[in-house]
Nanobody
Framework: QLQLVEAGGGLVQPGKSLRLSCVAS????????LSWFRRAPGKERERVAC????????NYSSTVKGRFTISRDSAKNTVYLEMNNLQPDDTAVYYC????????????????????WGQGTQVTVSS
């Protein structure tokens, strides 16, 4: 069983940066594609970034492209989300999720279904 634990959220002013981390335990992440999602109050869950199991391919939503960067460190069994130029609309609970690459279509970076989820970390952008 894979457990995911996010960290790094907090209160930040507009224009500032945060880096979220998602540490896995129970098994390694080498066979998993990973994504970050967020859910803002009153809004549907949004997938913001995906990374392939080998880290070579990424995908971003149009709302964060150019500001957010997803990366992974196999040695640390961790996936990161670097968030720059944060804006109030980025306020949300951020979740990481994992999908076994064997269950994905070849070439896909993102999946419609994820097997494992973290508990989320709150990011609040406010002056």
């Amino acid at each position: 069983q894979l457990q995911l634990v996010e960290a790094g959220g907090g209160l930040v002013q507009p224009g500032k940066s945060l880096r979220l981390s998602c540490v896995a335990s129970g098994r390694g992440l080498d066979y998993y594609a990973l994504s970050w999602f967020r859910r803002a109050p009153g809004k549907e869950r949004e997938r913001v970034a995906c990374i392939s199991k080998d880290g070579r391919s990424t995908n971003y939503s149009s709302t964060v492209k150019g500001r957010f960067t997803i990366s992974r460190d196999s040695a640390k069994n961790t996936v990161y989300l670097e968030m720059n130029n944060l804006q109030p609309d980025d306020t949300a609970v951020y979740y990481c999720a994992a999908r076994n690459f064997i269950l994905m279509y070849a070439g896909d970076v993102c999946s419609k279904i994820y097997d494992y989820w973290g508990q989320g970390t709150q990011v609040t952008v406010s002056s």
